[in-house]
């Protein structure tokens, strides 16, 4: 247990009990609390902050590539969902329904929308008619619902906040292009902003997006060793083309379907960000996504000048980060533990003899390294350069432990073993859906993703381990949530 000059409250160690670590640092860094509906929560101002600057930076870069934001409505009649019978087969368990208007029982029932493929393929029907209509690059920034079972507080939520794109386009080729583009992207935004790293391919057949002709995945891992789905992006072939009737007439005069895809990043994100960095202390946040990137933590406050310098401080520094005064009448004890537990990437703490001494103590969240920095015209490149510093430290730390936790199987025995120490499995398999069925049954496994790393890699006379068939695939295997 952790507990800091008994300020702040404990919080159950990793190693311990990772699931209550996970909650302790969710509901006592502020990030969200729990709602009385189950499995529902409140997004509190922290946590809605980092939503808000991942949204800005996702929204800000489909907008490079030409894609429109759209509003789609919440509730999907019935008929519509059954169209497309593979899509709602997917989703039949998780689907909330309204069944009342007011107190009138409907004569049809309306799907609190699970995901809005549906509702953009009818829009679809009546806006597409020509080859110049396309593509269509549609986005929308929505809250879906899902009836969730077992339910975890940003990972698996009954209602939770995603972005969902959706786009129409004339050949196989230009939505394939698309797909694997918007992957590209979310893989940035994973590594380059959250600094998650993540192995990049193709879902199994019986792992893909229900509807899909392909989907592709970014998948994680966290601390204790369990996979994290934390993006996607599906090709759909012509598959809801067909279903949906949305055809367009080509440069030749002839009636053709559309192909689509659609792709989404979720609120989810925000659970394996806290996952792959935080600890013992609290959350752990990385620079580029944090809300505020600099607290500043005055001591022995009451004395004259000690204010007034932490506020110059802050005007020198707000043009390389955000910032903020910690001027509550708590004691710097207190203080120094909340700016812990809240994650900020640097604490600064500056007293009466730092002011005399022209000087001021800069603390890293990540390594809690503290040091000695002048305070002069030179404070603001240190600041910035840290921050950097800290992101590429964060990131090849995590990426060095998924490293480390990646391992090969060359037995059943072997495998069953590594499954059970926690971390990807990487081994042959012949394609076979029994043997993953079977896999998940004896180990809790499932198949991640057949990685981009491995698809050129030489299977010849490997076997599958489970039915001694000829390897098509190097999967990846780990438990997941």
Request: aromatic share 8%.
């Amino acid at each position: 247990m952790v507990k800091k000059q008994g300020f702040v409250k404990q919080i159950t160690s990793r190693d311990d009990d990772f699931a209550k670590w996970y909650t302790d640092v969710c509901l006592k860094s502020e990030l969200c609390d729990y709602s009385s509906v189950k499995g529902s929560m409140v997004i509190r101002p922290t946590g809605t902050a980092i939503w808000e600057k991942i949204r800005a930076v996702v929204d800000a870069r489909l907008k490079e590539t030409g894609h429109q934001n759209v509003m789609m409505p919440l509730l999907v009649p019935e008929h519509l969902l059954l169209k497309e019978a593979e899509h709602v087969e997917g989703f039949a368990p998780e689907v909330a329904w309204v069944t009342m208007g007011g107190e009138t029982e409907l004569s049809e029932r309306l799907a609190i929308r699970p995901t809005s493929e549906v509702l953009f393929c009818e829009h679809f029907k009546t806006v597409i008619h020509s080859h110049r209509d396309l593509p269509v690059l549609y986005n929308q920034w929505a809250n879906v619902m899902r009836w969730e079972k077992n339910t975890r507080p940003f990972l698996r939520t009954t209602e939770f906040f995603w972005q969902e794109g959706h786009t129409c386009h004339v050949s196989h080729e230009e939505a394939e292009k698309e797909a694997l583009m918007i992957l590209d992207m979310y893989v940035d935004v994973c590594e380059n902003i959250l600094a998650i790293p993540v192995v990049t391919g193709v879902k199994s057949e019986s792992e893909k997006f229900a509807g899909a002709e392909k989907t592709y995945t970014n998948e994680t891992l966290m601390y204790d060793g369990k996979a994290l789905q934390i993006n996607t992006s599906h090709h759909l072939g012509d598959h809801f083309g067909k279903a949906f009737d949305i055809t367009y007439t080509d440069k030749e005069g002839k009636e053709q379907f559309v192909y689509t895809t659609s792709w989404g990043l979720t609120t989810r994100t925000i659970g394996g960000m806290i996952m792959v960095h935080s600890d013992d202390r609290g959350l752990v946040l990385p620079p580029r996504i944090a809300p505020t990137q600099v607290v500043i933590i005055p001591i022995a406050q009451h004395k004259e000048g000690v204010l007034d310098k932490a506020d110059e401080l802050k005007g020198i520094l707000s043009d390389v980060a955000t910032i903020k005064v910690d001027d509550s009448d708590k004691q710097p004890g207190w203080k120094f533990s909340e700016a812990e537990m809240k994650g900020y990437p640097i604490r600064i703490e500056m007293g009466p003899k730092d002011i005399e001494n022209n000087q001021v103590i800069v603390v890293r969240r990540d390594t809690l390294e503290k040091m000695t920095v002048p305070f002069d015209d030179t404070l603001p490149t240190v600041i910035s350069e840290l921050l950097e510093i800290i992101h590429h430290d964060m990131l090849a730390k995590a990426r060095k432990r998924q490293e480390e936790k990646t391992r090969v199987a060359t037995t059943k025995d072997e495998f069953n073993r590594l499954i059970e120490e926690g971390g990807f499995v990487l081994a042959p398999w012949s394609g076979d859906e029994a043997v993953e069925e079977l896999i998940k049954e004896q180990t809790g496994a499932t198949s991640r993703c057949w990685s981009f790393d491995h698809q050129q890699d030489d299977l010849t006379g490997l076997k599958d381990l489970w039915n001694g068939e000829p390897a098509k695939y190097m999967m990846h295997w780990a438990k997941a949530y």
